[in-house]
């Protein structure tokens, strides 16, 4: 007895077949496109970036600098205050879909 057809199965094996069966267009006339870095810089550009921030070779480097002062670390919340900011907007969330439902 045969199993009723699946009729996307049909479809993805006729596309396949037809897929298979097609001549393969080749290249574009002209080649394949050659796209560059998206940002349109190319290798000259990028050189250009990495000498203008060196140092002028003729000159000293300045002083070192100054070491900066260690910043303190930022106090994190505690968990029960985002857990309880977490039920109360639930609670009113949950407040105004009720209202909304009753209008």
Known sequence: MSEPTDPERLLAEALQAQARSAPHPGPPPGGWPQFGLLSGADASSLERERAALEPPAGRRPGPPPMPRRAVPQ???????WVLGLAALLGLATGA??????LL
């Open 74 to 80: 930022a106090r994190h919340l505690p968990v029960h």
């Open 96 to 101: 105004v879909i009720g209202l909304i439902t």
